[in-house]
Nanobody
């Protein structure tokens, strides 16, 4: 059974930074693309960043140049480095992968506020 566990969220001031981590298990991690999504109340979950098995990345326009997704296959980990955080980045952030279906972690809250 695929399991994804996020960590690293919290409260940070505008302009600050956070690093989210996602630990994956129950899958052949190195062959799967991994992604980060985020969701705020009343809105649809939106794709933030994705990294393929080969290490290619893609980002939402709203986070380009500020966020960096990376993976560490030896540890079955994926990360999201978030810099220059803005209040509009406040959301629950979810780790995602897709094998025969989508799998999601439980989410980690990121709050950007002074």
């Amino acid at each position: 059974q695929v399991q994804l566990v996020e960590s690293g969220g919290g409260l940070v001031q505008p302009g600050g930074f956070l690093r989210l981590s996602c630990a994956a298990s129950g899958m052949i991690f190195r062959i799967n693309a991994m992604a980060w999504y985020r969701q705020t109340p009343g809105k649809q979950r939106e794709l933030v960043a994705v990294i393929t098995s080969g290490g290619s990345t893609n980002y939402a326009n709203s986070v380009k140049g500020r966020f960096t997704i990376s993976r560490e296959n030896a540890k079955n980990m994926v990360y999201l480095q978030m810099n220059s955080l803005k209040p509009e980045d406040t959301a629950v952030y979810y780790c995602n992968t897709r094998t025969t279906r989508d799998y999601w972690g439980q989410g980690t809250q990121v709050t950007v506020s002074s």
